[in-house]
């Protein structure tokens, strides 16, 4: 998923009871499930600080400019911010992805 989809996902930006033993069911251990949603937890916070960093880019001055252009400037990227402050966080994006098979893993052999 690109970091633009996260904001398409139609869930409950907030934690919910979930019953553990659904999610050791592919993977036969609570452990490894955990990593998996960890590293894809990790995977998504990495794309959403690229897609944060690359739209506020725009906002980086190298010149002064008059106090009415900072300020207007600061609006922005204060909706900006907010946006991504509004987001589902990372690891329940990843728990939604895991729930409904959207998450490719390869377990090392054993």
Known sequence: MKANEYTKVKMSPFAITRDLRKFDKETGNIYETV??????????A?????????????????YAHDVFDENLENV????????YEHLAKPAILAIHEFENDEIYYKLPEK
């Open 46 to 62: 990495t794309e959403l600080k690229e897609d944060f960093q690359e739209r506020a880019k725009d906002f980086i001055s190298h």
């Open 35 to 44: 990593a998996i949603l960890s590293k894809r937890a990790n995977q998504i």
């Open 76 to 83: 922005e990227q204060i909706e900006l911010a907010r946006f």
